[in-house]
């Protein structure tokens, strides 16, 4: 992200201010915390698609299709 933020273009339409290069998020990786945390923002990102988004839609489609 680091790269991305330090683009000239977006550090002056957001007011984004560089700070210490030495500073970066790579240790993260590492973390199993991290990537407990991860695994549980997939899994439950999964979830809710399954268990509320998909019927959600499959109920949209029964009414738009009694409309027709």
């Known amino acids: 992200m680091k790269p991305f933020l330090n683009k000239p273009d977006f550090t002056t339409t957001c007011a984004y201010r560089k700070k210490d290069k030495g500073i970066n998020n790579l ?5 199993t915390e991290f990537e407990n945390n991860i695994l549980m923002f997939i899994l439950t990102s ?3 698609e399954q268990g509320n988004y998909l019927p959600l839609m499959q ?3 029964v009414i738009l299709e009694s409309k027709r």
């Open 27 to 31: 240790p993260l990786l590492n973390s």
């Open 59 to 61: 109920d949209l489609d």
């Open 46 to 48: 999964y979830g809710t």
